[in-house]
Each structure stands twice: as structure tokens, then as C-alpha cells.
């Protein structure tokens, strides 16, 4: 699964495979995936990732046609943002993990920590500890097969791209053409809350962005990782949630109040993208 998101190239010294120890994501949306592999005699990965890389640090190391050679210490990791090639070699038996995360699913915790305008920094070498850590727990859960389950998971990703988007991006020098600003998704954020019970037409938000329905779904998409409706649906889910969590309501009236055709249209929402039910949802 993994190696089909992410087309690794993976070796050990003797041209053999790697022993593959975990590799996935628990079930919901966290937009994270893990894949760990132990390499006998040293080892080989290359890829042109379509999601963001963070791999273990290597000793030689090539990332978008720049190369490192030195001696990683432990809690070093490599940030190789989505589209960038890289290859990095090391020598003797060593455990390899990479946590991939999907452009998408960064955009939008970057549009919700109000980091709109965040770019993924590409480094070598850079000691987060926290980040290391999360990597190594990450690994674990996978390869047990999720024991704590899809909450402690997301949960975990979760805290992993924030560390990401905290301490290694940096604001767009120039925003991109074809990108929204930030002005503007706070309006478009603030409509939809606003009309979070009702039906909200993509057109409606086009003309707060200005643009024709077709261009603003494309933008959208580009700039916050999902599309306008996923996006509202999105925002949907966060109220739910808080409702859920003041125990004053039932699903129903929930559901009701978020915009969800009914009680079973929000349960699949919410197992969808936590991976749970509401009830496990709201239990811790």
C-alpha cells in the first residue's frame, strides 16, 4: 500500500529487498502513512514522492539535486516536501521509517492553524526529537496492527504534521498565482459557520471569492487540499463534534443543526474520517 502512495525504491547493499516491518495508516482521513523497513549491511532508498517525506537521516544524502554527506545523530530526520527527488545511502544494518503525509491533508491543518500561507521547508538533517519520537511511535502502531486503535493513531498524526507546520516551514516569499489569501478564506470560513444548518452552494462561495464557480472549485482545491464541499463538510464535522462533546444533544438534533441529512449520515461521516464511531469518538 505504501509503496504504491509513494514509489520507493528501496536496496540493501546486497541488492536484495529490505525486511519490511510496518507499512500503512490506521483506519480515517489522517492523511499520514508510515512505512519501516530493516536493511542488513546498509542500505538504499530513493523516490519521487507525490506526499511530503519525512525519512530517517541518512548518511549521504540528495534531496532536488543537493547532496550532504555526515554522521546523523539520534532524533535526526530528512523533510523532503512532495515532488522533490531525493535518494540517501547508509552504511551497516539500520532501520529505516519514513512518515509520509498528504499535501491535502497538510493544507488544510495549515488553514485551520491559520499557517495559510506555510511551505514545507526541505532539510537534510534537522534534530526534532518530538518529531523522531512520533516517527518511532507511529512505526510501532503499525506494525502491531493499531493495539491503542484509529484514535491514538490520528491522534499521533495529527501532532505530527503540527509539529511539521510549527517548526519547519516557512511563509511564501510571494503567495502562488491560482492560490487563495488568507483574507479571503477567513471570509469564505466565516460564511460557512454562518450556514452551517442550511445548504451551501459552491456558487455562493465563488462570488464572496469573486471568481466563476468552475475557477474558485480549482483554486479551492489548490489551495486548501479538498474541495469546497469537502471543505464544508469538514467545518461540519469540527462543530459536531464540539456538540458531541457537551453531551446536551443527541445525534439526531446534532446532525440537524450541522447540516447532515440525519443521524446516519453523520455516523458515516465520522467513521469516514476518524475511523471510529461517535460514541468511541466522544468517549475519551
Known sequence: MFQEISELRLAQADGGLPTVVAA??????????????????????????????????????RIAGQALSHKPSRGSLAICPAGADYAADGQ??????????DPGQFALAAADGSAFEAELIERFSSRDLALFDLARSLAAECADGYPNGALFWNGMASTFIDGLLVRHTSKFKVLPRGRLDKQVLGRLRDYIVAHLDEHIEASALAEIDGRSPFHFTRVFARSVGMTPYRYVVHLRLQRALELMRERRHGLAEIAAATGFADQSHLSRWVRRVHGVSPTELTAR
Request: glycine content about 14%; hydrophobic content about 40%; charged content about 10%.
Open 24 to 61: 500503512g495508516s490506521a483506519p480515517g482521513e489522517s492523511g499520514v502513512f508510515v512505512f519501516s523497513a530493516r536493511f542488513h549491511g546498509g542500505g538504499h532508498v530513493s523516490a519521487t514522492p507525490r506526499l511530503h517525506h519525512t525519512p530517517s537521516a541518512y548518511i549521504d544524502s
Open 92 to 101: 551497516g544494518s539500520t532501520q529505516a521509517i519514513i512518515v509520509a503525509v
